[in-house]
């Protein structure tokens, strides 16, 4: 086993986890019961391209799009509609996104896909009382990875993406190569250089939080902060913030409440501190 292989092992890292996915699956299930949904959606050919979205009441709202993790190869939108709870009583409306899982696709056919749902948000998200210009963008995990793959594209008339919050991201591709990960990935030198973010550059720039837990592996908290760095050298503003305390699998589970920092950050109106600033 090599050290990446330890490192992604998420669930021998931190054992209580399962007990963290589990309350996920419950409160979406609570989620999916008592709240106004459409779940679902197609956007593209595929059963795995589909989206569920929790409207707001008032019309003209802003938008908040989530993107889940699980490697490329794991998880599923549906444990996520929690997410909606804290969100629709900030207003928003919200959106979950789902993709195809490796091996049935590439990580290139998953940012198409991601691109695509994401291109479908804006030309349709009115018809559930969203505001395609007042987006708030988050990615957990590899999401943040194809968060940070939207803000990389050239929209025509720009993305309506506000706030982008990512969430104990990966943006190098080379570490998920030289690991068991790549058995179902199926990654090429040509995809690790030019398919992770910490090589490619942003053509949108929102507001932007690069966050990750003070207890993740060592190629979450580096990836996180070379990222950060990486967007500052550039001129893009940002805000690195480490969480204290919070593992992988907590992370996540910030987005269950209202006056989490994450949600804090995601639906306040002050402007964000300066420039790849550490915070806690």
Known sequence: MSDFDDQFNLRKRHPISRYHLLLNVFQSLLARQ?????LDISY????????????????RAPVFVFIHGGYFRALDKSQYRYTAFPMAKAGYTTVLVNYDLAPKVRVADIVE?????????????????????????????????????????????????????LLSGLYDLGPMKRSYLDRELRLTDEDVATLSPQTGTLLERPELLVAVGERESEVFT???????????????????????GIDHYTMSRLLSRRNSVIVDWMTRSEPAVAAGTPSV
């Not at 593209?44 to 019309?59: E, M, N, R, T």
């Open 34 to 38: 008592l709240m106004d949904c459409s």
């Open 222 to 244: 580096n990836q996180s902060i070379a990222y950060s760095r990486k967007l500052s050298e550039a001129g893009i503003r940002n805000e690195l913030l480490v969480v204290p």
């Open 44 to 59: 593209g050919d595929s059963a795995g391209q589909s989206l569920d979205i929790f409207p707001a009441k008032p019309d």
């Open 113 to 165: 896909q991601v691109l695509a749902a994401f291109e479908w948000i804006r030309e349709n998200i009115h018809k559930w009382h969203g505001n395609p210009d007042d987006i708030v963008l988050c990615g957990h995990s590899v999401g943040a990875f194809l968060a940070a793959k939207i803000l990389e594209k050239d929209w025509p008339g720009g993305s309506g993406v506000m706030k982008a919050a």
